[in-house]
């Protein structure tokens, strides 16, 4: 490699790696810090142990530069504890550590510290910048396996038709973009938590924690204890530290499912977050780095909740890196058969039946439906299909799409001897909840109700 390849190599080199110095004599860390910061290398330094464990965690640095402090069994004690942090670090050491403290103690002697020394800083330097350059090589050849094996093909993602094909392609350059966040926008019941596994279960995080966090799920003083962690005493129930969510995802995927419901005091500590990938524990006093991607869904237009100072300008610009439309499944009709076979497979081995398809009237009645709940509206009802059906095809009489949604004025009628009407309530407020998994924000909208309303019916009759 030439001078100026290995320069430029260099410069790239140090702009996204760090260098972890471990050096007890002041002197020495004084010496190698200076001589590899004027080299151009990102160096954090650390005087004991401990100190180097800490850093290790929390600045995720690609190199140790093991200083002459540490001899014999204190070096290897500390780099095995080093390797249970990262297993993938890298370790750059003088040759001879007791030559480079005499020549140092000479140098001194004559007042002659310079990075240019009999030290031969140089070699030093070159030794850094090649084991960076081979860091940089493995990572590379870990992607390119990666992109190898995936072909663009995700098992997740069922489909032929163009919007799915599409949405697939998508996917895998939101896979390479690592680490920019990614803004997956879709319908309820298009299948948001899919892509975001997707883009995880394909990436180079694939072996770290894929953690979701509910944004509409809990009160806001909840989520930020969940999110961000907390110290003990920090709130009067705190009675011992936990880790958030962000710290627990080290190194993995966090999906912040329903951006869109995220409360303000929660947006604004996001986006430092985003901004700055630095944590907080709530009353904790130190940062630690967030090594972690994020992946937001939201079924809202986050525009129109900008306009009405709902959601923060620019916490959306930051979320708002990489964008994912997923098409509802009216516009992509093409997909239903198939994705209604694959359901069919996977519950049919689900509940130990012999099931093989469905009917041709079957497939015409599913076509000719709006689904307005999408994917997950077809796959709850191929699922009762399933449950009913005691032949070896699923039949019309089995779909259900009435009671599934088609809530016509026929389809609504008083029974001649009358009806409970809070029978009736409680059944379709059970259905709503069944649909959307529990989530309520979701069956109040497909009841037409606030969430206030849902939780009062809910409590009204009895439900978990």
Known sequence: MSAAQRE????????????????????????????????????????????????????????????????????????????????????????????VRQELDAME???????????????????????????????????????????????????????????????????????????????????????????????????????????????????????????????????????????????????LDEIGDLEMPVQAKLLRVLEEKRVRRLGGTQDYTANVRFVAATNRSLETLVREGRFRQDLYFRLNVFRIPVSPLRERKDDMVCLAKHFVEQFSRAFHKQIHGLSFAAQQQLAAYDWPGNVRELRNIIERAVILEQGELISPRHLALGAAGLMTEDAIRLPEGGIALEEVEKTLVTQALERTSGNQTEAAKLLKITRFALRTRMKKFGLP
């Open 8 to 99: 430029k190599l260099h410069a790239e080199i140090e702009r996204i790696y760090s260098v972890l110095l471990i050096e007890s004599d002041p002197r020495l860390q004084r010496f190698w810090q200076t001589a590899l910061t004027d080299g151009g290398f990102q160096v954090v330094t650390a005087a004991t142990p401990n100190d180097a464990l800490r850093l290790a965690a929390q600045e995720a640095p690609t190199l140790v530069f093991l200083g002459t402090g540490l001899d014999g069994s204190k070096a290897i004690g500390i780099l095995e504890a080093l390797r249970q942090v990262s297993p993938d670090l890298s370790v750059v050491a003088p040759a001879n550590p007791q030559q």
């Open 109 to 255: 002697s004559h007042g002659a510290v310079t990075a240019g020394s009999s030290l031969k800083v140089d070699q030093i330097k070159i030794a850094v910048t090649d084991a960076l350059n081979f860091e940089r090589l493995k990572q590379e050849k870990r992607r390119l396996d990666v992109q190898e094996q995936r072909h663009f093909h995700f098992e997740e993602i069922v489909g032929t038709s163009p919007p799915t094909e599409a949405l697939r392609r998508t996917i895998a350059e939101a896979i390479q973009a690592d680490p920019a966040t990614v803004l997956i926008i879709g319908e309820t019941g298009t299948g948001k938590a899919l892509v975001a596994r997707a883009i995880h279960c394909h990436s180079l995080r694939q072996d770290k924690p894929f953690v979701v966090v509910e944004c509409t799920a809990m009160p806001v003083t909840l989520l930020e204890s969940e999110l961000f962690g907390y110290e003990a005493g920090a709130f009067t129930d705190a009675k011992a530290s936990k880790k958030g969510l962000l710290e627990v995802a080290e190194g993995g995927t966090v999906f």
